[in-house]
């Protein structure tokens, strides 16, 4: 399998919006295209579970998308989920996307894996993408992932320099592999960090079926829960769930941290924004763009393209000046970022 590089693809979306972690597929919404310039289709996507308006996973891969039309002046569509759909409802939404003349096609979560791969192969001339995952291995499909437990590790370190009970928390919103990625990343910034800081880690559900990315009341009682046991920062990576949490440490008058996108500068989150540490971002809507970017530049990417610290496509948020001018966390945060850059240190995914 052929790996890219994201910086060797030019240009990059400058919106950035919500992000979070998630799964499923897509009904109709509207096409977003009907005020387009352009005559041409172009960039397609299938929104994950809590689709557009989660503040954080599928609202980052529109801002993607609306880049991409804004650029290139063409039609575009995005298509939202529907609860118990199959993968074969799946395939159907993204083969008719491929069909219609949309170029490229992209299912935002992991759980449009088995939908891509039977897409793919009936339109191997239409550029395909999926995010967050990386086990499709076709000629015409782009795997955009991202090292999310780097981004991780650096929120670690801001919990364990921020916290005064010396237990942090972690809330995950299914118990999954990559979900597994971002507590091993915190767990271990925490721990180098600040070897007495206790991590506390819980799951919402074992399946995304059964809301653990699109319940905040879920996240709300989970951060509850960790708050009563002493922890004053509490790390979210659990989609929409991750609103919940950040209610709470706002009610408590604790920090929450959160994720996939600047949680902090998200307007439905704006009456808890000074209780927004900080966000583990990943730059899911460059990813959308610059995969749109190479279709239209007729290379297309393929293959697994992988975004990190390195290339700026995972990183911590910098928006709560509380966050931004404490000099003594910066320089830590700095120190950590260079070494995991480097090499120095390894981060673990699970």
């Not at 509207?30 to 289709?41: F, I, M, R, V, Y």
């Amino acid at each position: 399998m052929r790996r890219i590089s994201r910086i060797t693809v030019a240009g990059a979306a400058t919106a950035s919006l919500a992000l979070a972690l998630s799964a499923c597929g897509g009904t109709s919404t509207k096409a977003s295209s009907e005020d387009s310039k352009g005559g041409d289709k172009g960039l397609a996507i299938a929104y994950d579970v809590g689709g557009k308006g989660d503040q954080s996973f599928n609202d980052a891969a529109f801002a993607g998308l609306e880049q991409a039309k804004k650029e290139f002046g063409y039609r575009t569509a995005d298509l939202e989920p529907t609860d118990g759909e199959t993968d074969a409802d799946k395939e159907q939404r993204l083969a008719s996307l491929a069909k219609q003349g949309y170029n490229p096609v992209i299912g935002v979560g992991y759980a449009y894996a088995a939908a891509v791969k039977g897409a793919a192969e009936k339109f191997p001339d239409t550029t395909f993408g999926i995010v967050d995952d990386s086990t499709v291995e076709a000629k015409n499909v782009a795997d955009l992932v991202f090292s999310e437990e780097q981004a991780s590790y650096l929120a670690g370190v801001a919990a364990a320099k921020s916290t005064k009970t010396n237990t942090v928390g972690f809330v995950g919103g299914v118990d999954i592999p990559l979900i597994h990625k971002f507590q091993a990343g915190f767990e271990q910034g925490v721990k180098d960090t600040n070897p007495k800081a206790k991590v506390l880690t819980q799951y919402l559900t074992q399946t995304a079926e059964e809301g653990g990315f699109s319940s905040p009341d879920k996240g709300k009682s989970a951060a509850e829960g960790q708050i009563e046991k002493k922890a004053d920062v509490v790390y979210a990576a659990a989609g929409l769930s991750g609103q919940g949490v950040i209610e709470a440490a706002a009610a408590n008058k604790v920090w929450a941290i959160g994720v996939d996108s600047d949680q902090y500068s998200q307007e439905a989150l704006a009456k808890y924004k000074d209780s927004i540490l900080t966000s583990a971002m990943k730059d899911v809507a460059k990813a959308v763009y610059n995969l749109a970017k190479s279709v239209e530049d007729g290379k297309p990417e393929t293959g697994i393209v992988r975004g990190d610290l390195k290339s700026g496509e995972v990183s911590l948020s910098n928006s709560n000046p509380k966050f931004a001018d404490n000099a003594e966390l910066q320089a830590a945060l700095k120190t950590a970022k260079e070494k995991i850059v480097s090499g120095e240190i390894k981060v673990k995914t699970s």
